[in-house]
């Protein structure tokens, strides 16, 4: 089975300064997927970033990157130069093995979230 | 570009009766999902599709039922309502590696 683990429930940072929102994963499928989603007090589920299992380099998009560490299991997202526009709930998740038969539905596992504060 | 959009934003009903959840995307993508999310679980898959008329159970599929007669509709129908039922519920579909989701539905059961 598949887990994913945020075990920051809360953290604080103060804006233009650096954050890393931890994320540890367990599964025994060699080929899998990363995400990171934000998710602000209005409620949607926003998209920022995957990294692959095999992807050599660490993924980066704009402010986001995505520390990863596949010997330690770990996916942690850095945001660099916190905005105000950055408290929310962020949350890791991980691209479900694949079915029998060899097809990927893309099923996801997430964390429990870590709520970012970014305070003025 | 409309996405993906889902109805009613916010439902409050009793418990025993039957809530229809309407998601709906215009990307003509074949894999959709529904999640439900509630304090202390993040988010967990209820049940998903590859395609029309093809579905399947996730995580917690107890007291649902989905369908999928158009590539583009992909409801979630709570059967008789139950009060752990209360949730925030989210559809999504995916395009490549990336699952898009909508608003979501902030449902509670009386």
């Known amino acids: 089975a598949q887990k994913i683990t945020q075990t920051q429930p809360g953290m604080f940072v103060q804006e233009k300064e650096a954050v890393t929102l931890d994320c540890t994963y367990d599964?025994?499928?060699?080929?899998?997927?990363l995400f990171w989603y934000k998710q602000p007090s209005s409620g949607e589920m926003i998209f920022l970033i995957y990294?692959?299992?095999?992807?050599?380099q660490n993924a980066t998009e704009g402010r986001y990157s995505l520390n990863f560490q596949k010997a330690r299991k770990s996916a942690n997202l850095v945001i660099s130069a916190s905005q105000l526009g950055d408290s929310a709930m962020y949350f890791c998740?991980?691209?479900?093995?694949?079915?029998?038969?060899?097809?990927?539905?893309?099923?996801?596992?997430f964390g429990q979230g870590t709520i970012l504060t970014v305070h003025p | 570009d409309a996405g993906i959009t889902q109805s009613p934003r916010y439902k409050i009903t009793e418990t025993g009766r039957q809530v229809t959840l309407m998601c709906h995307q215009t990307?003509?993508?074949?894999?959709m999902f529904w999640y439900r999310q509630d304090l202390g679980h993040g988010l967990r898959l209820i049940y998903y599709?590859?395609?029309?008329?093809?579905?399947d159970k996730g995580e917690v599929p107890d007291g649902y039922v989905v369908s999928r007669s158009k590539t583009e509709n992909f409801p979630l129908t709570l059967e008789s309502a139950t009060r752990s039922q209360t949730s925030v519920y989210f559809c999504?579909?995916?395009?490549?590696?990336?699952?898009?989701f909508g608003a979501g539905t902030r449902l509670s059961v009386l």
């Open positions: 990294q692959g299992s095999y992807d050599q």
């Open positions: 599964t025994s499928d060699p080929s899998y997927g």
């Open positions: 990307w003509s993508h074949s894999y």
């Open positions: 999504a579909s995916r395009r490549g590696l990336v699952q898009y």
């Open positions: 998740a991980m691209r479900g093995a694949r079915e029998a038969g060899g097809t990927s539905y893309g099923k996801l596992t």
């Open positions: 599709s590859a395609a029309a008329d093809i579905t």
